[in-house]
């Protein structure tokens, strides 16, 4: 692996097939299976250096997620850790509702890692237990880019320009730009691609905030493993939400005793309210739109948090509110693109650019992988555009709009608990077996 002036490469191209701006999940989905069809690929990744590790964010390995994995992963490596219940607790914390319910859990840093060794042979502690990717002669070119941020796209004509900004050494920014037949924008929900764009789609903030954190499995009581541990738990309250669950534990560790329990806890914040602004104001004293990164919630931010656990959450969750030493904080937003190609079809948007989903959809992470393999199929002659249109702003539109229902109805509406566990068996509905309503269709063959 060569490292020069911020790029991981493995071959150097002065025109890249294809260029992928946003270097997490999406992108790395994109350029490892684009990668793998023997397609050469640029990714711009706005950061300076690689993303920290064993931050711990659990994410649901849905059935896209786990397919892709076993399309293209080369490592070996066990992706997920398997819930075998999922469960509903009172605030007492006693069981509700239990229900035998296979899910697959992982976490950010385990998938982001991974992906990095299947594009770019990145090597990491994460990979015990599997091995570094082999090269193959059929693969395309990578090209990791680090300090990149995207200021603009032209369209001409044949291909599309990319203008960057690329930070150097001495921390100056130099104005950098590359040509492609295609830029694929995996750049999240606050896409600087779709914002260009499409200057009139906004970001929204939906009324409340989700708390994430983790604990260590050998750190949590015996009360707390006996709900949590390969277990999928819920508990619903007026404005409250919390769910908590096995993860793999420092560096993808997936072996009993060495995994985490994460925990994601849902609360109503006003727009404006002085509880907002404290939680969201971080130890620098900046005042954050949409995420407090780990480490960076103030003391008495937290404290606040850690007494509102304690009065309103099951034993078993608000222990592990308290038990958590680097919790960080996201608004929960809303924001859709109305479609997925510009330019003549030289853009695309993929993941959360193309639809932010709420966090209770458990979907973000399976979009992106599912995006990307429909995008290849396209890429490959196996479908046509029409098909690749409809298949992903179909997916987009219906699990957006069903994130926004159920994110509702759990923070602003008090119904029996069988509602609540009725929303979640919709959202684990395969996507196979998903039945489009036809406004989910409207305006697609136009585009």
């Known amino acids: 692996m ?9 071959g150097e191209s002065e025109n890249e097939d294809i260029v992928i701006v946003g270097g997490s999940l999406g992108g790395l989905f994109a350029g490892v299976a684009l990668k793998c069809h023997g397609y050469n690929t640029t990714i711009l990744e706005r950061t300076n250096q690689f993303l920290l590790e064993n931050q711990g964010a ?11 994995f076993e399309k293209y992963d080369r490592t070996g490596k066990p992706v997920a850790v398997p819930s075998y219940k999922r469960l509903y607790l009172n605030q007492k914390g006693d069981i509700i509702h239990e229900k035998v319910n296979r899910q697959n859990m992982t976490s950010w840093d385990l998938l982001y890692y991974l992906l ?23 693969d395309g070119t990578v090209n990791y880019r680090y300090g990149c941020t995207v200021t603009n796209i032209v369209d001409e004509g044949s291909r599309v320009r990319v203008h960057f900004k690329r930070k150097i050494e001495d921390g100056s920014e130099v104005d950098e730009s590359l040509t492609t037949r295609l830029v694929i924008a995996a750049d999240g929900p606050s896409s600087t691609i779709r914002s260009i764009l499409e200057p009139s789609v906004k970001r929204n903030y939906a009324g409340y905030v989700v708390i994430r954190g983790t604990v260590p499995e050998l750190e949590a009581s015996q009360k707390a493993l006996e709900v949590f541990r390969e277990r999928f738990c819920f508990f619903h309250g007026p404005g409250i939400q919390n769910l908590t669950y096995t993860i793999a534990g420092e560096n993808g560790n997936t072996s009993p005793g060495h995994r985490l329990l994460n925990f994601v806890w849902y609360a109503n914040f006003p727009d404006g309210s002085e509880e907002l602004e404290r939680i969201m104001t971080d130890k620098d004293g900046r005042r954050r739109k949409v995420t407090i990164p780990p480490g960076m919630i103030t003391w008495d931010a937290w404290e606040m948090l850690k007494s509102k656990a304690s009065d309103k959450l099951p034993p078993q969750m608000a222990e592990m509110a308290h038990k958590s030493k680097n919790p960080f904080v996201q608004c929960i937003t809303d924001v859709t693109s109305p479609q997925n190609f510009y330019m003549d079809s030289k853009v695309v948007l993929i993941g959360d650019a193309l639809a932010g989903f709420r966090p209770h959809t458990v979907a973000s992470t399976s979009q992106a992988a599912f995006d990307v393999m429909g995008l290849v199929e396209w890429l490959d002659g196996n479908i ?20 926004v229902h159920i994110g509702n109805r759990s923070q602003f509406e008090s119904l029996p608990i069988e509602d609540y566990i009725e929303d979640r068996n919709m959202m684990s509905i395969p996507r196979r077996d998903l039945v489009y309503p036809d406004w989910t269709a409207e305006g697609l063959d136009s585009m």
């Open 116 to 138: 990095r060794a299947n594009y770019d042979r990145v090597d990491s502690a994460y990979l015990e237990g599997g091995k570094l990717p082999d090269k193959r002669p059929s």
């Open 2 to 10: 060569n490292a020069v002036n911020g790029t991981h490469s493995n």
């Open 58 to 68: 659990g994410v649901v390995a849905g059935g896209d997620t786990i397919e892709f």
């Open 384 to 403: 046509d555009r029409r098909q690749y249109v409809k298949q992903t702003m179909q997916y987009a539109r219906l699990v957006q709009s069903r994130g």
